[in-house]
Every structure is written in structure tokens, then in C-alpha cells.
């Protein structure tokens, strides 16, 4: 018996006996899709809005970030950033202050690149459509797809992790969402059930869809309206949808913070400028190694010479794993030095240190140890 979905007043499904649920079913899933996000709103600072730039700045600091962590950092850029004529005048200091703590910092970068591009060159107007929008650096697929849909009605769908997901499981797509072929696959059968001139309401219903219901574990299938046509459901194969991404050994890294003041309590910062991770934010002296030992041989080359403590002790250590690193950061205390480490060191007075933007381990020791 072949299932076709229809909607009914009491936001159930039931089943009839006519056609296969499948990628040709486009009016159905789209509709009770819409039907469902409809029936159940969500309230975001971005949902239905209408100004590129917002919307701009609410996609790219949603990749590979939560939205409950999104939405301080929405708020306080917004506010610090109203306009995308605001963002290009601003320093690369006081963007990443802005942003310190969501990670991966190359986001921040290629925005301020792409809003001074924008305004230089386009007089501070967001092309109007994917085709241009994918040209601009830092935007791909995806966001292109998102802010010409929203914001100037293409008919164009924006597929995340969340609609990738749920096309996956509920049709029963069994190519590869990590590779070029697989991506451009899921985009034409979104394509097929995409309805006419709704973009904005299905792009939004899917990502609120996967957001609440079709989640990557746990999925609440017991409330999803697909719940009788879904593949990956009916054939008890939900872990099997998506295809994962191959997991790749993270490379190890391990960061020794030497926390270093002056007689009068001021501290020796410096910032990162090589092209590695958290460039442009501000650090202590470091010295990186690749095991959790520090060699006293090391130490002592480095902070003998300038009388300060040989055999410093590990004052708090932190673990944090990025996409394609894993970073053990360890923080020591010494003696005061009144002289620079390194010519590019400079001091800081303790309640200004906050006008610095950190890496996220150096702001918990702050938050913990210096408490600002």
C-alpha cells in the first residue's frame, strides 16, 4: 500500500490509497510543511526579516553555531554594527571584540572584508540576487541561497544541515551531503518540492522544522507529520540518514600561557598576527608544544636570564576542540618582568584588559583568575 499525505484540521496525517511518497509529491510536503511552521512559530530577532545585512549577519554567525549562543552576539553586533556602513568602518579589534568567545574568527574577517567591498564598490547596496550574492567572499551556497529568498523573494531553496537533513531521513537520500555532487543533488530535489513564490515561508520551515523536530539525535518522531511517510522511519534506519562526514583525526596541540605582569600589575599582551588559528585576537606569552611536558631547559632559556620563577605551576588548564584541531591550553603564573618578552609584547593595565578581544581559553582564566 503506497501512502499520500494529507492535511487535516486536527494537524494530523492520515493515509490514503492513491500515489508514492516521493520526491514527485512536491504540493503535499511543501504545504504541510509550511502548515506545521505556521502552527508553530518561533521568535527570532532575524525570522522575517527583510534588511540583507541582518539577515547577512545572522546566517554566517549561525554556521556551525547554536542558536541559543547566536542570539547575545546577534544582539550586542547589531547594536555595536546597525548598518553595513558601520561594519566597514570599524576596526578588525573592535569587530573581533564583538565577536570574542563564538569562534571561528575567519567569519568575522571575511564579513569586514566583504561589507568594505560592499560599500566601496557597490555604494552600500547588497546585490539582489544568489547568482551576485555567491560572488561576495564568505558567502556560499547556502547564505546566498538564504538572504535571496528572505529578503528579495527569489525562488531559490537555502539548504542547511537541518533541510539536508530532513530531505535525507524523509525520502530516503542515501548520497552524500559532504561532497560537491552530493550538495548539488539535495539543491535539485529541494528544487522539485519547492513551491511557487513561498521560498521564504519552506526555507524557514525547514531549518524551524530541523531545529525542533527532525534533530540529528534523538529526533522527535512521535510529533513529526512525516512521521508515516518518512523512510528512514518506517525502515527503522534513522541513524543511517544523512550520510556522515568522515571524521578526521584532530591534530593535537598543546599551549603554555605564561602569565606575566610588572612590578605594578600591569600585564604583557601581544596579538596574534600569523595566518594560524585566532589571528588577530590578543594572547599571553606563549610557547607551544607537542606534548602536555614543557621542557625546563625551555623555560629556563627564555625566563632565566630575566630572573623570573624557573619551575612556574600550571594555574588552570583548558581543552577546547575546533573543527580540525584539538588545542590543550595550560596557564602559568611567574614573577613580574619589566621587560618585554618580545619586542611585540606591550602592557596592559588589569581593568583594560577587557577592551581586548581573547581566545575563548584565555577568557575563562580571565573570568576566573583576573575576574574583570
Known amino acids: 500500500m503506497y501512502i499520500h499525505l494529507q492535511y487535516n484540521s486536527r494537524n494530523s496525517l492520515k493515509k490514503v490509497n492513491t500515489s508514492s511518497f516521493s520526491m514527485k509529491t512536491k504540493f503535499n510536503f511543501a504545504q504541510l510543511l509550511i502548515q506545521w511552521s505556521i ?43 546597525p ?82 537533513r530532513i530531505l535525507s531521513r524523509v525520502f530516503g537520500i542515501a548520497e552524500n551531503p559532504w561532497t560537491l555532487s552530493g550538495v548539488t543533488y539535495f539543491e535539485k530535489q529541494a528544487a522539485a518540492i519547492l513551491p511557487k513564490n513561498q521560498a521564504a515561508l519552506f526555507n524557514q520551515a525547514l531549518m524551524d522544522f530541523g531545529s525542533k523536530i527532525c534533530l540529528p539525535k534523538n529526533p522527535h518522531c512521535q ?41 605594578k600589575n600591569n600585564f604583557w599582551i601581544h596579538k596574534r598576527v ?24 625551555v623555560v629556563q632559556q627564555i625566563f632565566g636570564k630575566l630572573n623570573s620563577a624557573l619551575n612556574p605551576e600550571i594555574i588552570l588548564n583548558f581543552s577546547q576542540k575546533l573543527s580540525h584541531q584539538h588545542i590543550f591550553t595550560y596557564f602559568y603564573a611567574v614573577k613580574p618582568i619589566e621587560k618585554a618578552v618580545q619586542a611585540d609584547f606591550f602592557l596592559v593595565k588589569q581593568e583594560n584588559l577587557k577592551k581586548f578581544a581573547f581566545p575563548k581559553s584565555i577568557l575563562v582564566f580571565l573570568e576566573n583568575f583576573i575576574r574583570l
Open 39 to 81: 502552527e508553530n512559530p518561533r521568535t527570532l530577532p532575524w525570522i522575517a526579516e527583510k534588511n540583507p545585512y541582518k539577515v547577512w549577519v545572522s546566517e554566517i554567525m549561525l554556521q556551525q553555531t547554536r542558536v541559543e549562543t547566536v542570539l547575545p552576539y546577534f544582539e550586542k553586533f547589531i547594536k555595536a554594527f
Open 83 to 164: 548598518t553595513i556602513q558601520s561594519l566597514a568602518v570599524a576596526t578588525e579589534s573592535q569587530i573581533f571584540k564583538r565577536w570574542e568567545g563564538l569562534g571561528y574568527y575567519s567569519r568575522a574577517r571575511n564579513m569586514h572584508f566583504t561589507a568594505k567591498y560592499i560599500v566601496n564598490e557597490l555604494n552600500g547596496n547588497f546585490p539582489n540576487n544568489r547568482a551576485a550574492l555567491l560572488k561576495l567572499k564568505g558567502i556560499g551556497r547556502y547564505t546566498s541561497a538564504a538572504i535571496a529568498s528572505f529578503c528579495y523573494d527569489e525562488n531559490v531553496a537555502a539548504l542547511d544541515g537541518n533541510g539536508i
Open 223 to 263: 510529533d513529526c507529520p512525516f512521521s508515516f511517510a518518512c523512510k528512514a522511519n518506517r525502515e527503522d534506519r534513522i541513524a543511517e540518514f544523512p550520510i556522515k562526514k568522515t571524521k578526521i583525526e584532530l591534530r593535537k596541540r598543546h599551549f603554555h600561557y605564561f602569565v606575566i605582569q610588572d612590578q
Open 274 to 297: 600569523e595566518n594560524d588559528i585566532w589571528k588577530g585576537l590578543h594572547e599571553f606569552y606563549l610557547i607551544e608544544t607537542t606534548k602536555k611536558n614543557l621542557s625546563k631547559r
